[in-house]
């Protein structure tokens, strides 16, 4: 997913698809680890996709910060 998808979901569900996330990287790091990870690849897509929501959550919350100031 872009950065765009992720600013129009709601907190919830960024917390929610961060779980998801969060989770399926902890299976493939135990499947690395075992040596039967599939795609070796997803694990850096997790860590991107995952970040891109942390950056949407800060954006939102200093949006909020800055029009509750104002």
């Known amino acids: 997913m872009k950065i765009e998808e992720f600013r129009g979901l709601k907190p919830a569900e960024l917390d929610r698809k961060a779980e998801e ?8 790091r135990i499947q690395q680890q075992v040596g039967q ?3 070796p690849s997803r694990l850096r897509e997790i860590r ?5 929501i942390e950056t949407a959550r800060s954006e939102s919350r200093l949006t909020a910060a800055t029009k509750g100031k104002s």
């Open 21 to 28: 996330l969060r989770r399926e990287r902890f299976q493939l």
């Open 37 to 39: 990870v599939e795609k």
């Open 48 to 52: 991107k996709t995952i970040a891109r």
